[in-house]
Every structure is written in C-alpha cells, then in structure tokens.
C-alpha cells in the first residue's frame, strides 16, 4: 500500500507501485450526469483517489462543474467548492494561502491538505490562464491546478477554445460550402508555456487517463513536490468530438501513439517522458495521425490535403523543436535552415 509521511509543511505521497497497488477508496462516486465514456470524469475520479481523503477541490465553471452537481446530488465525498470560469488559478492560491495562515495561527491542526483546482481548456487557457500563472510564481503556497482539456466549451455546446485543434468542427467553426477549414490556428502549447516561463514552479506534467496509474502518479508527485504545481490532461469527450463513447480510451491511446500529446513531466526543471512518448523519443514509429483523426465526426470534413497538413505540423514538433513535442522553439540547426533559405 502507498505511503503517505508528513514532512515540511509538504508531504510524501509515494507512487503507486502498478495498479493492484492503488487504494480502493472512492473520494468521487456515483451521482453525476456527464456523457457517457466522459474521460474528464474519470480524471476527476482518478485525481482525486490519487490525491486521498484530506483534500479539497475547487472547480471551476463548466462540464465538470454543471454535470457534476446537479442540484441536491454530488458525486464528491470530499469537500469541493465552486469557482468562477477562469479563477481555478485564484481559488488554488487563496484556498492555499488560507489554510497555510489557519495552521500557522494555530487555529486549525497543522497537516497536510491538498488544494487542487481544476478548470477546463476554455476556463484554464482562454479566460484563466493569467490567474494559473500568476499562481504559480508563489512558491510558499501548495496548490495543483489540474486543467482537463476537451478541447472546447463543452459546458455551453462545444464553442472553439485556444485548445481546439486546427480545422475541427465545433459550433463555432462548422465546415461549410464556401470554406471548409473554419479554425485555421494551431492549439495552445499550455504545459510547454507554463514550464518555461514559471521558474519558481518545480512541477509541470501532462497526462492522459488511458494510462491511469501514470497519471495518478504524477497527480501523487505534484502533491508532494511542494509550492504550485500544473497538470495538464488530454480529455476525449464524446460529444464535442463526435464518436461512440466506447472509443474514449482508444482515442486517448493514439492522441499519444501518433505524438499529438506527449506524455511528459517537468520535474525541477528536469524533461523525463512517459510510455509510449519516451518510446518514439527513443526511435519507435509514430503511428499517423490520420489514425486518430478519422475515428472522430468532428473531422469528417477533412481532405487527404488536409490530413497531410495535420500531418505535416505534428511532424514538425517532433523533427524540429528545441525540447521535442515540448518546447515549440526551432533547433539551433533548424532555425539556420531557415534563415539560410529566407
Ligand atoms: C465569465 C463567464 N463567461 C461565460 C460563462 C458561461 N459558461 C459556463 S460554462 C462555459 C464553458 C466552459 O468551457 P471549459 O472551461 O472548456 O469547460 P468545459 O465546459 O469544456 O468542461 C461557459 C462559456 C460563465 N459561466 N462565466
Ligand atoms: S460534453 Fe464532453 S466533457 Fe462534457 S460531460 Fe459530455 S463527454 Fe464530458
């Protein structure tokens, strides 16, 4: 069984060892109202089982707020509170910082109690990406920020996010006649961006539940390490992608079998990749992104010309960024290509 030693005003939360390892208990249970084969369901039932009974959680606004406490019902076991969209970064530090004073005054027993905020990608990338960040230059204050990536308003009918992927069809960009790729930028890099420009933050990971016991982990590693720490998750959502609910694990696997979502973590300030990442980090083929795409309606509008230019920007995180599928600078030998070709 893990571990669980208090030590400076932190705590050690050891990995689980496989998944006969993890802890039975429930902290998230029956009682809410998300899709069926919902993913950021199951990042909050697996985050907050990683994360144990003394914890609180603070949600901000969207699917994982609405579906999740319907009026009179809540699957949390745990204490959870409601934040506005885009203050998961505010509600992470002052729930902090509260409780840090509270112990410190000698009203409340000094322990440790984890404060997780989670927010979605329109809550956490778009409206409340300043407050994260903010949040993660105070280094005295421990909090995790957990941003669980539908890659859209999920909440109020699947509007276009900065997480959208390139040309999706979302209500916001549905294909028509005239122009078939409504939504022509490329996603955020909001793990990358957090990890470079954050030095007091010594944690930073992604993740995915399809491989539950790694994401677990880092949920535990981030609890433990001390000060804000941020987690990004990649959530398939059968209905803002349009696919049959059984797909969800599936669509996760090759999120990252095809490089679309590297699995790594930012350890003070040390890159270590997961899994089948580390795998193609090491050589192993990416499978085509084509795999993962065609499986979900909100592509079905895509061309051989369009695939290949999906194609094309994947290949590009992996063939010349400075930190691989990480960090979107050029490689010092790419960026002379460049300018030598201008
Ligand atoms: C300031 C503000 N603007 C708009 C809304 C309406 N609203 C509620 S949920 C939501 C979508 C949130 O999207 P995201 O953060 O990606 O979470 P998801 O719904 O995908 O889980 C919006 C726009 C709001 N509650 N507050
Ligand atoms: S719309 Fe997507 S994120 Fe929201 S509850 Fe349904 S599957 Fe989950």
């Known amino acids: 069984m893990a571990e669980t030693t ?3 005003a932190t705590q050690i939360l050891e990995p689980f060892k496989g998944i006969k390892r993890v802890t039975i208990e429930e902290y998230f249970t029956s009682g809410h109202r998300t899709c069926q084969g919902c993913e950021s369901a199951l990042v909050m039932k697996l985050m907050v ?28 076991v745990v204490p959870w509170m409601h934040t506005q969209l885009g203050s998961s970064g505010s509600a992470a530090l002052g ?21 997780i905020a ?106 433990s390490i001390g000060g804000p720490t941020f987690i990004h998750s990649l959530d398939p959502c059968p209905k803002g992608w349009d696919y049959d609910p059984m797909l969800s694990h599936e669509l996760g696997e090759l999120a990252v079998e095809t490089g679309l979502f590297p699995l790594y973590e930012v350890d003070d300030g040390n890159v270590k990749y997961y899994g089948k990442t580390k795998a193609i980090t090491e050589g192993r083929q990416r499978k085509p992104v084509r795999e993962y795409l065609l499986k979900q309606g909100r592509f079905a509008h895509f061309t051989e010309e369009d695939l290949a230019y999906f194609q094309a920007k994947v290949d590009e995180m992996w063939d010349k960024w400075e930190i691989p599928g990480v960090v979107p600078f050029r490689r010092i030998d790419a960026a002379k290509a460049t300018l030598a070709a201008k």
Not at 194 to 213: D, F, K, L, Q
């Open 95 to 115: 729930t902090a910082a509260g409780l840090k004073a509270l112990m410190r005054k000698g009203k409340m027993k000094a322990e440790p109690i984890n404060v």
């Open 118 to 223: 989670f927010c979605g990608d329109g809550g956490g990338a778009d409206m409340g990406v300043g407050a994260i960040s903010a949040t993660l230059t105070h280094r005295e204050y421990n909090s995790l920020i957990l941003l669980y990536d539908n890659e859209s308003y999920a909440n109020t009918d699947i509007q276009l996010s900065g997480m959208t992927p390139y040309g999706a069809h979302t209500t916001f960009s549905p294909p028509g006649k005239a122009k078939r790729i409504m939504h022509t930028r490329w996603k955020k890099n909001m793990a990358g961006m957090m990890a470079a420009g954050h030095p007091e933050c010594r944690y930073v990971a992604t993740v995915c539940a399809s491989y539950a016991v790694e994401m677990m982990n880092k949920v535990r590693r981030a609890l």
């Open 49 to 76: 089982k990683a994360a144990g009974p003394r914890t609180i959680v603070l949600g901000s606004t969207g699917c994982m707020y609405v579906a999740n406490t319907t009026y009179y019902t809540t699957p949390w």
């Open 6 to 8: 208090f030590s400076n």
